[in-house]
């Protein structure tokens, strides 16, 4: 069993920035990992994923502004996010699938406030 707990969510102005990192209980060598975000009442949207080769993609929405990356040895995962906007408000959730099982994992989420 692998747990995760995303951090650095909090509120800013439109326009600024926040890092979101997931920290794993166990290795994230061999997944894939994504964010995700979710808003009351909406199903919860792909944001950006990254393979355990480096390789990633992107929602439109956010495509030029956010950036995934991930650092294997410290099992952790990040999201930087530039020029937010009011519209990136979300419980953001990070998401692991490990190769060899496809068992998949998920944080509790962390909230994200944008203000116009």
């Known amino acids: 069993q692998v747990q995760l707990v995303e951090s650095g969510g909090g509120l800013v102005q439109a326009g600024g920035s926040l890092r979101l990192s997931c920290s794993a209980s166990?290795?994230?060598?061999?997944?894939?990992a994504a964010w995700y975000r979710q808003v009351p009442g909406k199903q919860r949207d792909l944001v950006a994923a990254i393979t355990n080769g480096g390789t990633t993609n992107y929602a439109d929405s956010v495509k030029g502004r956010f950036t995934i990356s991930r650092d294997n040895p410290k099992n952790t995962v990040y999201l930087q996010m530039n020029s937010l906007k009011p519209e990136d408000t979300a419980v953001y959730y990070c998401k692991l699938v490990y190769y060899s099982s496809n068992l998949e994992y998920w944080g509790q989420g962390t909230q994200v406030t944008v203000s116009s």
């Open positions: 166990g290795s994230i060598f061999r997944t894939n």
